[in-house]
């Protein structure tokens, strides 16, 4: 069991994630944006893993990841980002701002615990 | 693990909606000449927000279609494309496509509809034209373009070496070297992991970084070098990495180095001496080539029990190079009493791997910050088929269903409230329960003398129980911004169609309306605007000849009045023309001809609210079949609304549709006439003034009218005209002076009473529909008053005509 912070701005998206991986049994905190993210990330310890999405108002994925890597906590948390197919130098960006890794969108609950399971 | 995706399917629904919304809206205040970027960010999240979601949960049509416009969005977003108005105009309609093919969503349809197949292929063109600036790399076909790393042949080896060299800053990322080499032993069935460098300085040690590399060799039946290349996808570029199928690389070795297999276990004070183990393998690695450290953990005790100052590792290091075996013992010279020093010479790197216990291997650049021992090394996983983990999903295309019957539509069953609105209510509800506890304590032990506190306790009961009333009434109104949110896009598009200019205003766009009334007065509204559009405003040149701006003005305007909120639909055009209405009327024999010249404008209008009336000459796509307006006043009525029409010919036209604000509440004044009580809208109300008969002077037709300043006000004299007896003596009279339709009139009363605020009931639900009288409520005693509508009471007393003769007055 983990604790993972899911930050989505889509409800779909962040309800199908954060049921998918409370389901396997992990402690979820949902955040809609890079905002509440950081905000639920400092109030937060002992996080696992951060799973974020990059298209998101008031502060996107990439400032997310970037703003997490300063705070000491969270220097070497994996961060995975959320991404489309057609988001290749969004991958790279997110990469150089300091993210471990990435899902690809679309993605069925499966995947995404596959792909978790590589970080956790 | 099985997810039933279903359950997320409404929300993904009412997103898709919203996000439509907001793409429409944006793309609609888009200025082509001045892009707002923030806005095209908006646009494209939307886009992007949907197709992740339609992606996700099955419905491959929508994901598809919104892929495209997705790609094309970001082309504007980056400034590869130019954004011109065809363009908008094409994204719009993509957004009615997708708007369409949610609908087929709701019925658990995923496919294509007609249109917006052809729109995606006019989408496709549209990219195809490689834009004029810098030509992307937009991957087209869905699959991803982040290989860059060179294409391997695939090769079902049963044996794979792999060299991994992690770029300094690795870690910073979050990815962990222990981490994929652990995933890399899930493929295998076995797996030898040897670390083959080593921090080149150990002064300039940075804990941060990653200076180790390993060479991992690999067996499994069926690993392919895709399969181990999606193991490192994430570190790709961070990482030197060589993929090599085992024979080749067993020609690829020339020459076989002597090696050395060294076991160093120094005891636990070993730090104490100021040594320090890397140093160490450092300086051995400068005698000659250390090609793997490994730690062994077996002593590390759990992490309550460790002492930092304490070393529990001891080593496994094979060093290569051609030299004696006393060049190796020097290094370890001063430590030599506190360690046990194991040095062997063996010949082959690969025996020298295998014999190593591999239940406690772990790297030496983690054996000091992580204790957990990766048991997974030792490669007797299964294999896991990756294929069906990484593989690109296809799209998923269910085969259409048959469409269900309509449920009940999605928006009757849930309201979304503002947090305020529910935060509100909450703290009413506090509010209430002190007041409550207060009143109880007080009627425990009750006397004369404490009277006041039980007045102000009332009071403050009095109070909780009307804010709580009105939060509780709040929770269902809705700005009606909602239902005037979709004009902007019809004007514009209907404005296309017709070539004419029209500027869209809208006022009052706050003003709350119950969402029942309003969802059912959107279709109404629609057709009003069309009508206002199709027929009211001129084509351009029409309108320039006739002294107008070339634009036209079609104005929204809502607001409350009295019980009710007007919606006022306002153009600029032509107007109505009362006489080939009236014409149209006496040939479908609605009227005579003698009634055609007798009656009213406001009547012969009304003709058009009849079934199947038009005087349009030609029928055109918008309207013109005489089908509709009639419909709209039944619907109008249905909300017990009216609706009313004044036109002016060349001026324009004004529809205005007054509905019931049901449930709302009213600040009313209670008035006394003869033995009844009647409330008055506070908001109707502009003065309120004592009878003066020196003011007052008897017209013709028997009305009279009040000299109010430098105004004459008819006077209507309530009890007459609610059929009670007739004021006789009005010197003791109050007159109330209401505004109704940009006119006052004074209204006689008895008393004026206290002011309240008072629950409007329906008469036409509870009895029916009575002119002069916009509803009902009930007193603090029980009795029921009535609540005054100020225009239709002045219809009633046929104050009209007295107004038309004030005016008479006022200019004479």
């Avoid at chain 2, 918008?622 to 109008?636: A, E, T, W």
Wanted: proline fraction near 3%; charged fraction near 25%.
């Amino acid at each position: 069991m983990a604790r993972i912070i899911a930050v989505d701005d889509s409800a779909s998206m962040r309800q199908m994630v954060s049921f998918t991986l409370q389901g396997a049994g992990h402690d979820v905190l949902e955040a809609s944006d890079g905002m509440e993210a950081l905000k639920v990330a400092r109030a937060t310890s002992n996080v696992d893993l951060v799973i974020s999405d990059i298209n998101m108002p008031n502060m996107d994925g990439i400032s997310l990841i970037k703003e997490l890597r300063r705070l000491q906590a969270y220097k070497f948390t994996p961060i995975l980002m959320l991404t489309t197919e057609s988001s290749t130098d969004k991958k790279m960006e997110g990469k150089a701002a300091g993210a471990t890794g990435w899902i690809v969108k679309p993605f069925n609950p499966d995947q995404l615990l596959t792909t978790i399971g590589k970080v956790l | 693990m099985t997810i039933d995706l279903k359950q997320f399917h409404q929300v993904f629904i009412e997103e898709c909606t919203e996000g439509l919304d907001v793409m429409e809206a944006s793309l609609i205040a888009l200025n082509v000449n001045s892009i707002d970027s923030d806005m095209i960010n908006t646009i494209f999240r939307s886009a992007h927000s949907i197709k992740g979601g339609a992606g996700t949960f099955g419905f491959s049509a929508l994901a598809d279609f919104t892929h495209v416009l997705e790609t094309l969005l970001d082309e504007v977003r980056s400034a590869v494309r130019v954004l011109n108005n065809d363009l908008v105009d094409l994204l719009l309609t993509s957004v009615d496509c997708m708007r369409n093919m949610l609908e087929l969503i709701q019925h658990e349809r995923n496919e294509y509809t007609a249109a917006a197949t052809d729109v995606k292929c006019t989408l496709e063109q549209f990219l195809s034209d490689t834009p004029a600036v810098v030509s992307v790399a937009v991957p087209r076909n869905g699959m991803p373009t982040s290989d860059n790393a060179p294409s391997l042949p695939i090769q079902h080896q049963h044996e794979w070496h792999i060299t991994f060299t992690p770029h300094k800053h690795l870690m910073q990322s979050g990815n962990d070297p222990l981490r994929i080499i652990r995933e890399l032993a899930s493929l295998a069935t076995d797996i030898n992991v040897t670390l083959i460098d080593c921090p080149s300085s150990f002064i300039h040690y940075i804990a941060d970084e990653c200076y180790c590399a390993w060479e991992i060799t690999l067996q499994g039946a069926s690993v392919d070098a895709l399969a181990i290349r999606d193991v490192f996808e994430w570190v790709v570029d961070d990482c030197d990495l060589t993929v090599i199928p085992i024979e080749r690389r067993l020609l690829e070795s020339e020459s076989q180095q002597a090696m050395w297999r060294v076991t160093f276990s120094p005891v636990p004070n070993l730090f104490q001496t100021g040594n320090d183990p890397l140093r160490i393998f450092h300086e051995l690695d400068r005698a000659c080539e250390v090609v793997s450290c490994c730690a062994d953990t077996q002593k590390l005790p759990s992490l309550k029990l460790i002492d930092s100052e304490k070393c529990y590792l001891s080593w496994h290091l094979i060093v290569a190079g051609n030299v004696e075996k006393n060049v190796i013992e020097e290094v370890f010279e001063w430590v030599a009493d506190d360690a046990e020093i194991l040095i062997e010479k063996s010949l082959r790197a690969m025996d020298i791997a295998q014999s190593q216990d591999d239940d406690s291997v772990q790297s030496a650049a983690n054996a000091n910050t992580r204790h957990d021992v990766p048991s997974v090394l030792s490669g007797d996983g299964g294999v896991i088929n990756r294929s069906s983990v990484n593989s690109k999903p296809r799209a998923v295309s269910e085969p259409p269903k048959p469409v269900l019957k309509k449920k009940i539509t999605p928006e009757a069953s849930s309201i979304r409230v503002g947090i305020d609105k529910v935060d509100s209510l909450i703290d009413m509800v506090g509010e209430l329960v002190i007041t409550q506890s207060m009143l109880g304590q007080l009627g425990e032990n009750f006397d004369i003398t404490h009277l006041p506190k039980l007045i102000e306790g009332l009071n403050q009961l009095e109070q909780n129980t009307r804010e709580l009333q009105e939060s509780v009434m709040r929770i269902r109104m809705l700005p009606i911004s909602f239902t005037f949110s979709r004009f902007p896009r019809m004007v514009r598009d209907l404005s296309h169609e017709l070539n004419k200019k029209i500027a869209l205003v809208l006022c009052g766009e706050s003003t709350e309306l119950d969402k029942t009334v309003m969802e059912k007065i959107g279709d109404p509204l629609v057709h009003l605007v069309r009508n206002s559009i199709d027929h009211g405003i001129e084509a351009p040149a029409e309108r320039l000849k006739s002294g107008k701006k070339e634009e036209g003005t079609v104005t929204l305007n809502a607001y409350h009045q009295g019980g009710h909120v007007i919606i006022e639909i306002a153009d600029d055009g032509r107007g109505l023309d009362r006489d080939s209405i009236a014409k149209k009327g006496v040939e479908r024999e609605l009227l005579t001809e003698q009634e055609a010249s007798e009656h009213s404008d406001e009547q012969i209008f009304n003709l058009i609210f009849q079934p199947g009336f038009s005087t349009a000459k030609a029928v055109s796509a918008l309207s013109g079949r005489g089908v509709g307006m009639d419909v709209v006043k039944r619907n109008i009525q249905a909300l017990n609304g009216m609706v009313e029409i004044s036109s002016i010919k060349n001026e324009g036209t004004k529809i205005k549709i007054s509905l019931p604000l049901t449930l709302a509440i009213l600040d009313g004044q209670l008035v006394r006439v003869g033995s009844d009580i009647y409330i008055f809208p506070l908001v109707s109300i502009v003065e309120s003034i004592r009878y003066c008969g020196d003011l007052v002077n008897d017209i013709a037709g028997g009305f009279r009218v009040f000299k109010l300043r430098d105004e004459y006000v008819p006077i209507v004299d309530l009890s007459e005209v609610f059929g009670g007896n007739k004021v006789e003596d009005y010197s003791a009279a109050l007159m109330v002076v209401v505004e109704c339709d940009n006119f006052k009139v004074a209204m006689v009363v008895n008393e004026l009473m206290a002011q309240q605020q008072v629950v409007i009931k329906s008469l036409e639900k509870n009895y029916k529909r009575i002119e002069g009288i916009s509803g009902a409520t009930i007193l603090g005693d029980g009795t029921v008053a009535l609540i005054i509508d100020a225009a239709g009471v002045v219809k009633l007393a046929g104050a009209e005509k007295l107004h038309q003769q004030c005016l008479l007055r006022k200019t004479g």
